[in-house]
């Protein structure tokens, strides 16, 4: 293979003077608006501060970049070219949680990763949000019956759009998230509907024969996630 | 080739006798497998054993490790194969007592062995003697209990540390001014992949160890398929195993295991469809592999990781038209497919050949962007090298393997399906770095596609009264008792295989599956060590481990 550039890539080079042109022409009308006309004359507008705020909110969200199972993979086309989430200002993803405010769970959750995923949902500043995507982070989907699997990511965390399907489709996930954008500009917020796990300091658990075992192993105040099998869901 | 190893090859495959006659006495019994003969050996001469087959014999490739726990003992099977004929096999089995199920590691023979045998120990109980590191792998270090052996109590609490990752070198720091230090990459890192934790030991800015901690995503696959009937319910979870749209690779392992299980012929009209539509989710897998890599490489959602996406769109359009779904297919069934291609058939061949029509050009574009840019290579050539005798002790197989100079692909050296009847190559390359993986997985999209462009013809022309998409299977499948069956199959990311022991019901007795990636993954380590940190996320980027399968 040679290093040299194909001619593919080659011979493109034309100066680029459409866009040029068009900036030329008309620069006035650019900044009259479809909104600025709908103010008429004086461009004032009086509404609530909250309600302002809520709206600005939901039109600009930053997804935190979060993969876990086989809906991250839809996750990815999602936001790609073709379905493209941005456009609907649901943002790029951030890598990091301190950036971010909405957290798209796709994926199965395991006992290994809850407590991960709630200290990197802690991390994320207020106000957040949670999207649901798939059956795995609503109920544990086809994995319900594993020995290893949280039963939905609500177990752990609060969570405010199902969107359900295995995986569900990119266009479904679009909906989601703008339905969730639609309640925050609107200034709702879903409820924890279970008791969720808790990271708890080791020392704080409720004695019992478990904890008497892991004693010699886990430290007082390590933190430490109890899973109550019988009580899921 | 040792004249021992002439000698025991014959025409027909492995002369048996003569492996009997090499094992001697440490041969307990011989019991016969579908796919190989199994020679019980005593849990203190695994070993020995294993050494003699591997230097005299020639299996060198540990294909998988498997434990299970009848009502009267533990066992494990080694399941031993060769990188140069895929058709010799062997098994080792080692019956353990139940109270006290040790036996010896097999971990000082194949490097491989170290991480199936523990996670033998983590999911079943096994303990083994003389293992270098004996600790659970894929669920959490606070388990109680080994959730695949049969007095597991499923409803009984369990509770999960979460410590922050202490620095295990913080005892033996040397003073403030040295330079080695401890990082944790994950488990919620974007060049991770997925959920994959890596404890690494930086001496300045060289990786000195790397650990890589795996369980994140362990969703009890095994336990799910031993929990559904062969018949149907067990076929959409291959599906998830390797998840990036590769599910008919996957769906055909366990297809191929059980249809040797249960003796199910597939019409050769079936076996062209999937064949077909199996390298159409090679190609949707490779792109992802590529598209990402080129993401870790340099920096964020770049051009070529759009670009791969949009070509992995067309894959699954075309896809989506065959099964329904775009990632899991669940379209394969025992004896064949679910249904035959969609109408308009013209139609859709014609997308196919669109999309194959364009695929040199978009590949020409890949390797404008990508091959010959000058950044990528400087970051890929000569790191992260796997030279061929660690790449077959940890058992690695697929791309990774080939890159490393190892011939080694199941499609064409036990073939099954349609491939022995096409022309197509087995793409290897010498170099065994970053670049020469990734060049493997170039060159296997366009062999794939000259795959699917022979199936199409010939499925164009197929007379219209012999489209017969399923053979005959009956509602309810009960394998004789105590069969048992390992099978592989070449998936994206390599030999994909499936164990499976039948129990006289209409489900298996045990089920294991043989992940490419887990092996994959556990040559990171020696890859690593003594490169960069940059070089150490390349690396990774370029084994494509998909985490659902890794731990399964
Ligand atoms: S819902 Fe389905 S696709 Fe999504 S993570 Fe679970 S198994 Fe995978």
Redesign the pocket.
């Known amino acids: 293979m040679s290093n040299e550039p194909r001619d593919v890539i080659r011979g493109s080079t034309d100066a680029q003077t459409k866009t040029q042109e068009a900036r030329m022409e008309g620069v006035d009308n650019r900044f009259n608006s479809k909104l600025r006309e709908a103010f008429g004359s004086s461009p004032f507008i009086l509404t609530k501060f909250d309600k302002f705020m809520n709206w600005v909110r939901g039109s600009s969200m930053f997804m935190l970049q979060f993969g876990?199972?086989?809906?991250?993979?839809?996750m990815m086309h999602t936001y790609a070219v073709k379905h493209d989430l941005d456009r609907f200002g649901s943002g790029v993803p951030r890598a990091s949680p301190r950036q971010a405010d909405v957290m798209i769970v796709?994926?199965?959750i395991v006992t290994k990763f809850a407590p991960r995923m709630k200290r990197v949902y802690d991390q994320m500043p207020e106000p957040k949000f949670v999207v649901n995507?798939?059956?795995?982070?609503?109920s544990g989907?086809?994995?319900q019956e594993g020995y290893n699997v949280i039963k939905g990511a609500e177990e752990v965390i609060p969570v405010d759009i199902h969107v359900p399907?295995?995986?569900?489709r990119p266009e479904a996930l679009i909906y989601g998230v703008v339905k969730m954008q639609e309640r925050i500009a609107n200034g709702e917020s879903s409820p924890v509907t279970v008791k969720p796990y808790e990271l708890e300091q080791f020392s704080d658990l409720k004695q019992d024969e478990l904890v008497d075992k892991l004693a010699s192993q886990i430290d007082e105040d390590d933190l430490v996630m109890r899973y109550n099998w019988a009580d899921s869901p | 080739m040792s004249s021992y190893e002439e000698q025991l090859d014959t025409a027909e495959g492995v002369d048996y006798d003569a492996i009997a006659d090499l094992l001697g006495d440490r041969v307990v019994r011989r019991e016969t497998h579908l796919n190989a003969e199994g020679f019980v050996v005593r849990p203190d001469q695994v070993a020995e054993s294993l050494t003699l087959l591997r230097e005299e014999a020639g299996f060198d490739h540990l294909s998988m490790v498997t434990a299970q726990d009848y009502e009267d003992r533990y066992e494990t099977i080694y399941h031993l194969t060769k990188y140069a004929d895929r058709t010799h096999e062997v098994s080792v089995v080692v019956p353990t007592d139940p109270e006290n199920p040790v036996s010896e590691s097999a971990a000082s023979v194949y490097k491989t062995a170290n991480w199936h045998e523990r996670e033998a120990y983590d999911l079943v109980g096994v303990e083994y003697d003389g293992h270098p590191d004996l600790r659970r792998i894929l669920l959490p270090e606070t388990w109680q209990g080994h959730p695949l052996s049969s007095d597991y109590d499923q409803d009984k609490p369990q509770i999960v540390q979460f410590d922050e990752h202490k620095n295990p070198l913080e005892d033996d720091h040397r003073g403030a001014d040295s330079d080695t230090m401890f990082l944790n990459i994950g488990p919620h890192h974007p060049a991770t992949h997925g959920v994959l934790h890596l404890k690494t030991v930086l001496d300045g800015e060289q990786v000195a160890d790397v650990d890589p901690d795996i369980g994140y995503l362990h969703?009890c696959e095994e336990q799910m398929c031993q929990q559904g009937t062969y018949r149907h319910q067990i076929m959409p979870y291959p599906d998830?195993w390797d998840?990036a749209s590769a599910g008919l690779l996957n769906e055909w392992a366990y297809a191929r295991v059980a249809e040797d299980l249960n003796d199910i012929e597939v019409p050769e009209y079936a076996q062209i469809i999937r064949t077909m539509s199996a390298e159409f989710c090679r190609i949707a897998a490779h792109l992802l592999a590529v598209g990402t890599f080129a993401l870790d490489i340099y920096g964020d959602f770049t051009a070529i990781f759009m670009y791969a996406m949009r070509d992995r769109e067309k894959v699954q359009n075309i896809l989506e038209d065959l099964t329904g779904q775009r990632?899991?297919f669940n379209y394969f069934r025992l004896g064949g497919v679910v249904w035959d291609l969609p109408e308009p058939r013209e139609e859709w061949f014609e997308n196919i050949r669109d999309f194959l029509d364009d695929l040199p050009g978009t590949l020409e574009e890949y390797h404008d962007l990508i091959t010959t840019n000058e950044i990528f290579q400087t970051r890929v050539i000569g790191t992260g090298v796997l030279d061929p005798e660690d790449a077959k002790q940890f058992g690695t197989t697929g791309p990774v393997a080939r890159a490393s100079g190892i011939d080694y692909d199941i499609r064409r050296d036990d073939p099954y399906g349609y491939y022995d009847e096409l022309d197509w190559n087995v793409v290897t390359e010498e170099g065994g770095d970053n670049y020469a993986r990734f060049l493997v997985r170039m060159q296997e999209v366009e062999e794939s596609a000259k795959i699917i462009s022979q199936c199409v013809d010939l499925l164009e022309d197929w007379p219209e009264d012999e489209r017969n998409i399923q053979s005959n299977v009956p509602r309810t499948l009960k394998p004789d008792p105590d069969t048992e069956v390992y099978r592989a199959v070449e998936g994206a990311k390599g030999e994909l295989g499936i164990y499976i022991r039948s129990d006289g019901t209409d489900k298996p007795g045990r089920f294991k599956i043989r992940s490419p990636c887990f092996c994959n993954l556990s040559a990171l380590n020696a890859m690593s060590k003594g490169e960069y940190v940059p070089d150490l996320v390349a690396t990774l980027g370029s084994l494509d481990v998909i985490l659902?399968e890794v731990d399964r």
């Open positions: 876990i199972a086989c809906c991250s993979i839809e796709p994926g199965t995507m798939g059956s795995c982070a609503i989907g086809p994995f399907g295995c995986p569900p | 969703r998830r998840y990632m899991m659902g």
